[in-house]
């Protein structure tokens, strides 16, 4: 079992729908969770960055952590097709080794 | 302009044939690491290195060699490459908050046949 889980999709959603993204995880002990973004042919970029459990906003994007379920969300309001990436979520324990998800493949239609 | 510089972005080569793909960052960032992407499996961490002569391993080390000897550079050498490290290669840098602040290079892409 992988120690963190994201379903790769694709997700395919109409221009001003929710996004939503999740990962799951078996290690307790992470405590920094990120998302990434990922265009085509380009590096992954920070998106979120949230320590421990909670819910960050960051203009149309939303992160929570519920570290009782090892379960984590990105939600994307309004979406547009330049958010039309590969979203990833990654998690560290100690701030140095960062284990990421296999990255959910996202489409939005106009 | 900040950025993290990959070197070569292509390249193919033959089975155990030593190779070196250099990590450049003009940022003064104190934190480097080297990932590779496969399809289905995400990102995974090769090594990192917290500063100049510190380095540890990450997830998947086996049959990757790195030093940081200064501190914008963080070389990946394969000392002799094989067909499953055929893979996207990324390296990226960070502040002291490395969590909250890395940068990725644009990726190098490697065949060994």
């Known amino acids: 079992q992988k120690e963190v889980e994201q379903d790769p999709g694709p997700l395919s959603v109409p221009e001003g729908a929710i996004v939503s993204l999740n990962c799951t995880y078996s290690?307790?002990?992470?405590?920094?969770f990120m998302w990434y973004r990922q265009y085509s042919r380009k590096g992954p970029e920070l998106l979120m960055y949230?320590?421990?459990?909670g819910n960050k906003e960051d203009g149309r994007f939303t992160a929570q952590v519920d570290k009782s379920s090892k379960y984590i969300s990105l939600f994307i309001r309004d979406s547009q097709p330049s958010d039309s990436a590969t979203y990833l979520c990654?998690?560290?324990?100690?701030?140095?080794?960062?284990?990421f998800g296999a990255g959910t493949t996202v489409t939005v239609r106009a | 302009e900040a950025q993290v510089t990959q070197n070569p972005r292509y390249l193919i080569t033959v089975t155990g044939k030593k190779l070196t793909v250099t990590c450049s960052q003009n940022?003064?960032?104190?934190?480097m690491s080297w990932y590779r992407q496969d399809p289905g499996l995400g990102l995974r961490q090769i090594y990192y290195?917290?500063?100049?002569?510190?380095?540890d391993k990450g997830d998947v080390p086996e049959g990757y060699k790195v030093s940081r000897k200064e501190k914008r550079n963080f070389p990946l050498i394969l000392e002799s490459p094989s067909p499953n490290q055929t893979s996207l290669y990324f390296c990226?840098?960070?502040?002291?908050?490395?969590?909250?602040?890395?940068?990725f290079g644009p990726g190098t892409r490697l065949l060994v046949l």
């Open positions: 990226a840098s960070s502040t002291d908050r490395f969590r909250e602040t890395q940068y």
């Open positions: 290690n307790s002990a992470f405590q920094y």
């Open positions: 949230t320590y421990s459990s």
């Open positions: 990654a998690m560290s324990v100690n701030d140095y080794k960062l284990s």
């Open positions: 940022m003064n960032h104190e934190y």
């Open positions: 290195s917290m500063n100049v002569e510190v380095t």
